[in-house]
């Protein structure tokens, strides 16, 4: 969807578009992909954190 919005400002020059593309843009920075798996355990620990020695 994002290539698309870039594809119509480009091939009409609508600031709408372009707009629309740069806040979807946005959000897919600000949220992490959709079933990626985080790094760090739910809890807030990190792994070197909990480890004993």
Avoid: C
């Amino acid at each position: 969807m994002r290539d698309f919005t870039w594809h119509v400002f480009t091939q009409t020059g609508d600031i709408e578009a372009y707009l629309l593309y740069k806040e979807m843009d946005a959000l897919g920075n600000a949220e992490p992909a959709a079933g990626a798996e985080s790094l760090e355990p739910e809890s807030g620990v990190s792994a070197e954190e909990s480890a004993t020695p």
